[in-house]
């Protein structure tokens, strides 16, 4: 159906684009950062959770596993508290040093003087760069695979699924992307329209919708590319780190596109989580228990 097509190809780019523009003058304005990123955010969900309905990727994933209620707690814990609670515990350990860091460099070191357009470019690259090496880290490093492990437990990917991670896992991922944007000393607004750019692509990242992004998939790490990161085969799943952008999966030749047609099973493969909040945060702590299990439940 053409209209299919032209929303799958145009959804997401002017969606993006809307959010990222009225973000913009709402901030040269004045208006309260807090409320616009409510209604960006809101806005974004609204469109995502409705094209999931009406053009999903996978009509399976429509269907609730029993995961529904453990993936708003992790979104209230992990989306709308801890980063809030990170964030200034950065800045108060951070922002000294990055005062310091400029009079040791005679002068500020991000550069105020560009257009914002090019400053949110480089905090998105500057940021992603370091996320990218933690993340790519996290499944490479068994110690860092324990506590992000939690994220690729989901047997579906939906929209709500993208805040489910151990507090500790998003700390890690979490203080790579902050910290290096506060010791360059990036303002304020920069940091905000950071924050609206991971909350349009996350909510998309994860949407079951069947989404056409072209040449996007070279720049935003969405979910054409990132249903594979989610795959149980380990050769797969290690493959497209991004968090916002997948520009270092493209250099790094970590960037994994299946064929047209096909689909992940995603999961973990020979480990299963249990549903339930208070066990998703002893995982990484009983891990070989949790194995043993798991080998029990399949036995």
Same mark, same amino acid.
């Given at each position: 159906?053409?209209?299919?097509?032209?929303?799958?190809?145009?959804?997401?780019?002017?969606?993006?684009?809307?959010?990222?523009?009225?973000?913009?003058?709402?901030?040269?304005?004045?208006?309260?950062?807090?409320?616009?990123?409510?209604?960006?955010?809101?806005?974004?969900? %609204? #469109?995502?959770?409705?094209?999931? $309905? !009406?053009?999903?990727?996978?009509?399976?994933?429509? +269907?609730?596993? *029993?995961?529904?209620?453990?993936?708003?707690?992790?979104?209230?814990?992990?989306?709308?508290?801890?980063?809030?609670?990170?964030?200034?515990?950065?800045?108060?350990?951070?922002?000294?040093?990055?005062?310091?860091?400029?009079?040791?460099?005679?002068?500020?070191?991000?550069?105020?003087?560009?257009?914002?357009?090019?400053?949110?470019?480089?905090?998105?690259?500057?940021?992603?760069?370091?996320?990218?090496?933690?993340?790519?880290?996290?499944?490479?490093?068994?110690?860092?695979?324990?506590?992000? %492990? #939690?994220?690729?437990?989901?047997? $579906? !990917?939906?929209?709500?699924?993208?805040?489910?991670? +151990?507090?500790? *896992?998003?700390?890690?991922?979490?203080?790579?992307?902050?910290?290096?944007?506060?010791?360059?000393?990036?303002?304020?607004?920069?940091?905000?329209?950071?924050?609206?750019?991971?909350?349009?692509?996350?909510?998309?990242?994860?949407?079951?919708?069947?989404?056409?992004?072209?040449?996007?998939?070279?720049?935003?790490?969405?979910?054409?590319?990132?249903?594979?990161?989610?795959?149980?085969?380990?050769?797969?799943?290690?493959?497209?780190?991004?968090?916002?952008?997948?520009?270092?999966?493209?250099?790094?030749?970590?960037?994994?596109?299946? $064929?047209?047609?096909?689909?992940?099973?995603?999961?973990?493969?020979?480990?299963?989580?249990?549903?339930?909040?208070?066990?998703?945060?002893?995982?990484?702590?009983?891990?070989?228990?949790?194995?043993?299990?798991?080998?029990?439940?399949?036995?």
């Amino acid at each position: 159906m053409l209209l299919r097509r032209i929303v799958a190809y145009c959804m997401f780019p002017f969606v993006f684009a809307g959010a990222i523009i009225a973000s913009a003058v709402a901030w040269e304005r004045g208006l309260s950062p807090f409320y616009v990123m409510v209604a960006v955010s809101g806005a974004t969900l %609204a #469109v995502v959770a409705l094209a999931e $309905r !009406l053009m999903p990727f996978h009509k399976e994933w429509n +269907h609730a596993q *029993g995961d529904v209620g453990i993936d708003m707690i992790h979104g209230v814990v992990s989306n709308l508290t801890l980063p809030f609670v990170y964030r200034a515990a950065f800045a108060l350990l951070l922002l000294p040093v990055a005062r310091a860091l400029e009079h040791v460099v005679g002068g500020a070191i991000w550069p105020t003087a560009w257009p914002l357009a090019a400053q949110v470019i480089l905090a998105a690259v500057a940021a992603e760069l370091c996320q990218y090496w933690v993340h790519r880290a996290a499944h490479e490093t068994q110690w860092l695979w324990r506590l992000h %492990a #939690v994220h690729h437990s989901p047997k $579906r !990917l939906y929209w709500l699924n993208a805040g489910r991670d +151990h507090p500790l *896992g998003l700390l890690i991922l979490f203080g790579a992307e902050t910290s290096a944007l506060m010791l360059l000393g990036a303002p304020d607004r920069v940091f905000f329209m950071q924050g609206v750019l991971t909350v349009v692509v996350g909510l998309f990242q994860h949407a079951n919708i069947d989404l056409k992004l072209g040449i996007f998939n070279y720049i935003f790490s969405l979910n054409e590319l990132h249903r594979w990161h989610h795959d149980e085969n380990v050769t797969i799943a290690n493959h497209n780190y991004g968090s916002n952008l997948s520009v270092w999966d493209w250099i790094f030749g970590t960037a994994y596109r299946g $064929r047209e047609g096909t689909s992940p099973t995603v999961g973990i493969s020979g480990l299963s989580i249990p549903e339930n909040y208070g066990v998703q945060l002893l995982v990484p702590f009983r891990w070989e228990q949790a194995q043993k299990e798991t080998s029990l439940h399949k036995g």
